[in-house]
């Protein structure tokens, strides 16, 4: 069975501040995705990042990096310079296999105040 | 590219009423799913397609959920009766039929309230 845990329920930070989402993971697969979507308030899931598990090289997107580490099983996800619109709840999420389900982390609510 | 469509946004019924979504992907994506998202909780996948097939319903509580695929392209979710435990976000969700592509795309999903 797999299982995704996002320990933050509740982050709240303020503006320009870095915040480090964790994401903890457990699978049996040696062949797996990991993926982070942002959900705003809107409710749509919007993709961020997709990696598979023979790529541990950590990754730079703007002001977003991921930090891929298989020995502890995390996935975790920074957010550099913090803006408003980055308040959202941040979901990640696992799949393996050919059928691309996703199982999906409780989430955690970043609030980023001005 | 249009994304994908769902309706109705909201619905508000009474326990052991009825109701239905429906869900139009994006073109040309053959993989469609329904996703159960109840408030604070990750979506669970309630069930998949490929084409007009379905491919894992393994959650869905079928004896009051249905959902159809007819020639392939939108899809519909049925409850009945609906239970008070059903109020929740309905997400639909498509992607391309490419194992090395594997993101999902997401609909704003429908607001089930039931009363």
């Known amino acids: 069975a797999q299982k995704v845990t996002q320990a933050q329920t509740e982050i709240s930070v303020v503006e320009k501040e870095d915040v480090t989402l964790d994401c903890v993971y457990e699978t049996r697969d040696t062949t797996y995705y990991l993926f982070w979507y942002k959900q705003p308030p809107s409710g749509e899931l919007v993709f961020l990042i997709r990696?598979?598990?023979?790529?541990?090289q950590n990754e730079i997107s703007g002001r977003y990096s991921w930090n891929f580490q298989k020995s502890t099983s995390s996935f975790n996800f920074t957010i550099t310079a913090s803006q408003v619109v980055d308040s959202a709840v941040y979901f990640c999420?696992?799949?393996?296999?050919?059928?691309?389900?996703?199982?999906f982390g409780s989430g955690t609510q970043l609030t980023v105040l001005p | 590219e249009a994304g994908v469509a769902q309706s109705p946004r909201y619905k508000i019924i009474e326990k052991r009423q009825s109701v239905a979504f429906w869900c139009n992907p994006i073109s040309g994506h053959a993989t469609l799913y329904w996703y159960q998202q109840i408030l604070g909780q990750g979506p669970k996948l309630l069930i998949q397609f490929q084409n007009n097939g379905v491919v894992d319903d393994s959650q869905l509580p079928k004896d009051r959920f249905s959902a159809e695929r007819l020639k392939g392209v939108d899809s519909t979710l049925k409850i009945q009766p609906a239970k008070l435990e059903d109020s929740a976000v309905y997400l639909c969700a498509s992607s391309l039929d490419d194992p090395n592509t594997g993101e999902l795309f997401f609909g704003e999903g429908s607001r089930l309230t039931v009363l």
């Open positions: 990696r598979n598990s023979f790529d541990e």
């Open positions: 999420a696992l799949s393996q296999g050919s059928a691309r389900q996703l199982t």
